[in-house]
């Protein structure tokens, strides 16, 4: 059967990650922190953040700001979101696909409110994504089964018409077993071949890779 729906991780895939090791540690020297102790005070926190049942403001307050600083929340927030940036090319061929394909394209990630909502806006990723099943919107995070499933019911696709793409092995495992097609992403160009040899062949049209 022809794949008509992909659900689409976001971090590492089209965008950079929002908020892990490397951007904490680049924090730690920008901001002078110590960075073990913001570590682990995120460690505690992280799950409840990206489940969207701690705002941005209430992380910080637990994992940066829980003792005074000499910089502001407002510098520390820019900084997060400053981190970033778009995997060259994927969006838009992606979202060339999309339209050659006429595909339903899903989000599926574990993100947190603050940070997907600025990303959804700041990389305009509506014009790819038709719905989010994102962890802080769901309060289900992978690799819990149920948020495959809740986006199995959101899709409303048969199983077999259905693309997972993710960079995680965990999570891919997770949906081949439930029967999902996927992909295990390591660079545009694998990613590229694979869809084509599943029937999403890119006509040519344009050099994604510049994009």
């Known amino acids: ?52 049942k701690l705002t941005l403001e209430q992380y910080l307050s637990l994992v940066v ?8 929340r407002a510098q520390f927030q820019r900084f997060i979101f400053a981190q970033s940036k778009a995997c060259p090319g994927m969006i838009a061929m992606l979202a060339h696909l999309k339209l050659q394909h006429s595909l ?12 997907n909502a600025y990303r959804i806006r700041k990389f305009r990723l ?14 289900i995070r992978k690799p819990d089964v149920a ?8 899709a409303q696709t048969p199983i077999a ?26 660079s545009m160009e694998s990613t590229r071949a694979k869809l084509a040899s599943l029937g999403l062949r890119d006509d040519g049209g344009g050099n994604h890779a510049t994009r």
Request: glycine share 4%; with cysteine.
């Open 147 to 154: 948020i495959f499933r809740l986006a199995l019911d959101i």
């Open 161 to 186: 018409q259905i693309l997972y793409i993710d960079n995680t092995p965990m999570f891919v495992q997770i949906a081949e077993s439930l029967g999902i097609q996927s992909i295990l992403h390591t």
């Open 104 to 115: 339903k394209v899903i989000a599926l990630s574990n993100e947190a409110r603050e940070l």
């Open 65 to 72: 700001f829980y003792r005074r600083r000499p910089f502001t």
């Open 1 to 52: 059967m022809p794949i008509t729906c992909l659900f689409l991780d976001i971090g590492e895939v089209l965008l950079t990650d929002g908020w892990d090791h490397k951007a904490r540690g680049r924090a730690a020297a920008a901001f002078k922190l110590d960075l073990a102790e913001i570590n682990e005070r995120h460690r505690l926190t992280f799950e409840t953040f990206e489940d969207g």
């Open 126 to 139: 509506n014009a790819l994504m038709d719905a989010y099943v994102s962890s802080c919107f769901v309060q």
